[in-house]
C-alpha cells in the first residue's frame, strides 16, 4: 500500500508541474484579462493543490520519514486552503476590474451591467 501512494504522489507533482507549465502559457497567449485569470486559476489550482495532496500521499507512502503524518497532514490542510482561496480571489479580482472598467472588452452578453442599470 506504501508504495502505491509513493507512486501516486509522485504522479501527482508531475501533473501539477504540466499544469504549470500550461497556466504560464495561458498567462502569456490569452487574449485578454479575464481569460488569463482563468489560466492564472487554472495554474494555481493544478500547480499547487494538486502536487500538494501529492506530497501529502507521497509522505504517507515514504516509511523512512520520521514525521510523515504531520507532512501529510499540513500538505493537505494546505492544499484545502489553496484549494477555497485561489477561486475566491480571481473572482474578487475580476468583479473589481469589471466593476472599475479598468479592462477594455466588447462581450455579447453583460449580466452585471444588466443589473446595474436596474
Not at 502536487?51 to 507521497?58: D, E, R
Not at 490542510?77 to 477594455?104: D, F, W
Request: proline content about 4%; aromatic content about 12%.
Amino acid at each position: 500500500m506504501s508504495e502505491i501512494l509513493f507512486y501516486l504522489g509522485a504522479l501527482m507533482i508531475v501533473i501539477g508541474g504540466i499544469c504549470d507549465l500550461f497556466g504560464a502559457l495561458g498567462l502569456l497567449k490569452f487574449p485578454n484579462f479575464y481569460v488569463r485569470l482563468h489560466a492564472a486559476t487554472v495554474g494555481t489550482i493544478g500547480g499547487a493543490v494538486v502536487p500538494l495532496f501529492g506530497v501529502g500521499f507521497l509522505a504517507l507512502g515514504a516509511d523512512f520519514l520520521p514525521h510523515k503524518y504531520a507532512i501529510a497532514g499540513a500538505s493537505f490542510v494546505t492544499g484545502i486552503i489553496v484549494l477555497l482561496a485561489a477561486p475566491a480571489g480571481a473572482h474578487a479580482l475580476a468583479y473589481a476590474a469589471h466593476k472599475a472598467r479598468i479592462v477594455k472588452w466588447q462581450p455579447k452578453v453583460d449580466h452585471l451591467a444588466e443589473v446595474r442599470e436596474k
